[in-house]
T-cell receptor, first 114, second 115 residues
Framework: AQSVTQLDSQVPVFEEAPVELRCNYS??????LFWYVQYPNQGLQLLLK??????LVKGINGFEAEFNKSQTSFHLRKPSVHISDTAEYFC????????????FGQGTTLQVKP | EPEVTQTPSHQVTQMGQEVILRCVPI?????FYWYRQILGQKVEFLVS????????KSEIFDDQFSVERPDGSNFTLKIRSTKLEDSAMYFC?????????????FGPGTRLLVL
């Protein structure tokens, strides 16, 4: 079985500062990794995903994430955040052999302060 | 840009009542999903659906739940006899090819409150 842990429930940060949202996963099989973002009153939107190849993945809105197989991590980073990045961020995995069941972490609320 | 829509945005119901949550997936998508998030907990997979059949369902998806694609555009989740613990945000999602690496596009959710 797979599981995903997002260690920080809330991350407050000042505008233009860098941010890292942490995600660790557990799986005995190969997985694909995803980060989704949810803005207030909207659905979950894909930020980026790791399928294979380069371990550094670039996504929308200046976000990137690095897959680290040895540490089973997929941390999300942005070098300089904006007020508009305030949202809930979800890390998720899919077993590469199954039918599309996303397994989510608990979510991290990013609060960007002016 | 095409998007998944869900209605209603909020629903309040009495315990034991039936509710139907509606979703309109992106028009050319073939794979459909329901997830839910109980307040303060993780988003959980409920069911996936393709070609008018359930592809996979979780343990949560018991006999009280059913899904249907009644026409070419809607995808519904029915809870026959709601319980207090069914109170949650319900998300519908759809994907194009259904391969596990395909992006699932999510709707804004329906917040269900069972009293």
């Amino acid at each position: 079985a797979q599981s995903v842990t997002q260690l920080d429930s809330q991350v407050p940060v000042f505008e233009e500062a860098p941010v890292e949202l942490r995600c660790n996963y557990s799986s005995s099989v190969s997985v694909y990794l995803f980060w989704y973002v949810q803005y207030p009153n909207q659905g979950l939107q894909l930020l980026l995903k790791y399928l294979s190849g380069s371990t550094l993945v670039k996504g929308i809105n200046g976000f990137e994430a690095e897959f680290n197989k040895s540490q089973t991590s997929f941390h999300l980073r942005k070098p300089s955040v904006h007020i508009s990045d305030t949202a809930e961020y979800f890390c998720a995995v899919i077993n590469s052999g199954n039918t599309g069941k996303l397994i989510f972490g608990q979510g991290t609320t990013l609060q960007v302060k002016p | 840009e095409p998007e998944v829509t869900q209605t209603p945005s909020h629903q309040v119901t009495q315990m034991g009542q039936e509710v139907i949550l509606r979703c309109v997936p992106i028009s050319n998508h073939l794979y459909f999903y329901w997830y839910r998030q109980i307040l303060g907990q993780k988003v959980e997979f409920l069911v996936s659906f393709y070609n008018n059949e359930i592809s996979e369902k979780s343990e949560i998806f018991d006999d009280q739940f059913s899904v249907e694609r009644p026409d070419g555009s809607n995808f519904t989740l029915k809870i026959r006899s709601t319980k207090l613990e069914d109170s949650a945000m319900y998300f519908c999602a759809s994907s194009d090819q259904g391969a596990v690496q395909e992006t699932q596009y999510f709707g804004p959710g329906t917040r269900l409150l069972v009293l």
